[in-house]
Nanobody
Framework: QVLLFESGGGLVQTGGSLRLSCAAS????????VGWFRQAPGKERELVSA????????SIDDSVKGRFTISRDSAKSTVYLQMNNLRPEDAGVYFCAAEFGDDIVRHPTSWDYWGQGTQVTVSH
């Protein structure tokens, strides 16, 4: 079993930056791809960015390309999401999730483990 713990959310002004962290515990984390999902009020949870077991990063959401960077520190069993030039539409609860293997699937139901989420608020 893999346990995930997100941190790093908060309130930031438009144009500001945040770095989210997803710390994992449990055996076998290196065998899991990790994704960051965003859920805005009244909307479905959507995959923003993901990184495979080998460190291949993918920006799923075109709106974050060039602004968000996902990275993985295997020694610390932690995945980061660096978010720069934040916009109000980036706001929501951000969840990290783990999926066994390297096939990145957009739909949330395909992911095996979830963190509790961290709130990101972007003011105008």
């Amino acid at each position: 079993q893999v346990l995930l713990f997100e941190s790093g959310g908060g309130l930031v002004q438009t144009g500001g930056s945040l770095r989210l962290s997803c710390a994992a515990s449990g055996r076998g984390f290196s065998d899991y791809s990790v994704g960051w999902f965003r859920q805005a009020p009244g909307k479905e949870r959507e995959l923003v960015s993901a990184i495979t077991t080998t460190g291949r990063a993918t920006s799923i959401d075109d709106s974050v390309k060039g602004r968000f960077t996902i990275s993985r520190d295997s020694a610390k069993s932690t995945v980061y999401l660096q978010m720069n030039n934040l916009r109000p539409e980036d706001a929501g609860v951000y969840f990290c999730a783990a999926e066994f293997g390297d096939d990145i699937v957009r739909h949330p139901t395909s992911w095996d483990y979830w963190g509790q989420g961290t709130q990101v608020t972007v003011s105008h």
